[in-house]
């Protein structure tokens, strides 16, 4: 497919779990981003990835959460420990360019229980 | 602190008729803006921005005005239809060398009846 594709779509877990979120952006697209949304909230920044490198990490909100994008294509968000307030959509996004018209995946939906 | 702030969790309007969603912001620093929308289990797609330039910008049935000294903007679909039944997000990049760093309001479920 052409567009962002994220996996799982779905991800149940037990309090205190290890969990792992990939991302696929399109191709070609350097610019990588990971949203968070929670129930009733708008999309929250988590962290954006300019090829390799994590360009800013400001929004990631502790450090339970971590995020790699080795080879400048894949992505993958890790939580550790995860707590039940940790329960929402994570979405990713990327752009071949810094821009706000961000092209967005379906989502991986978070549940801790 | 809510940066972009979207009043109305919801708005049912009939189909043919003009759909108006309403964004304010506090951040005076912003200067561009865009809207999103979103149909459930799938992700927001982008629809229309406007830059602090302009106080219209226009793409077909979506209209978006600003209104910077009120620091409100807002979307106008005119005909509605009911395939633009969706949540819609405002959102506004934080600027300066943060561009990529979209703040996003809650929301408005927009359902066009009919």
């Known amino acids: 497919g052409a567009g962002v594709s994220q996996t799982p779509s779905n991800k149940v877990t037990e309090k205190g779990k290890y969990v792992e979120l990939r991302c696929d952006p399109i191709s070609g697209h350097t610019a990588l981003y990971w949203y968070r949304q929670s129930l009733g909230q708008g999309p929250e920044f988590l962290i954006y990835?300019?090829?390799?490198?994590?360009?800013?990490d400001s929004g990631l909100p502790n450090d339970r959460f971590f995020a790699v994008r080795p080879e400048g294509s894949v992505s993958t968000l890790k939580i550790q420990r995860t707590e039940r307030g940790d329960s929402a959509v994570y979405l990713c996004?990327?752009?071949?360019?810094?821009?706000?018209?961000?092209?967005f995946g379906e989502g991986s939906r978070l549940t801790v229980l | 602190d809510q940066q972009v702030k979207q009043n109305s969790p919801s708005l049912s309007v009939q189909e043919g008729r003009i759909s108006i969603l309403n964004c304010d912001y506090t951040?005076?620093?912003?200067?561009?803006f865009l809207w999103y929308k979103k149909y459930p289990a799938e992700g927001p797609t982008f629809l229309i921005s406007i830059s602090s330039i302009k106080d219209k910008n226009e793409d077909g049935r979506f209209t978006v005005f600003l209104n910077k000294s009120a620091k409100h903007l807002s979307l106008h679909i005119v005909p509605s239809q009911p395939g633009d039944s969706a949540v819609y997000f405002c959102?506004?990049?934080?600027?300066?060398?943060?561009?990529?760093?979209?703040?996003f309001g809650k929301g408005t479920l927009l359902t066009v009846n009919p």
């Open positions: 990835f300019q090829g390799t490198g994590a360009a800013d």
């Open positions: 951040n005076s620093m912003f200067d561009y």
């Open positions: 996004a990327s752009s071949p360019q810094i821009t706000g018209e961000l092209f």
């Open positions: 959102a506004a990049p934080a600027g300066g060398g943060s561009n990529y760093k979209l703040t």
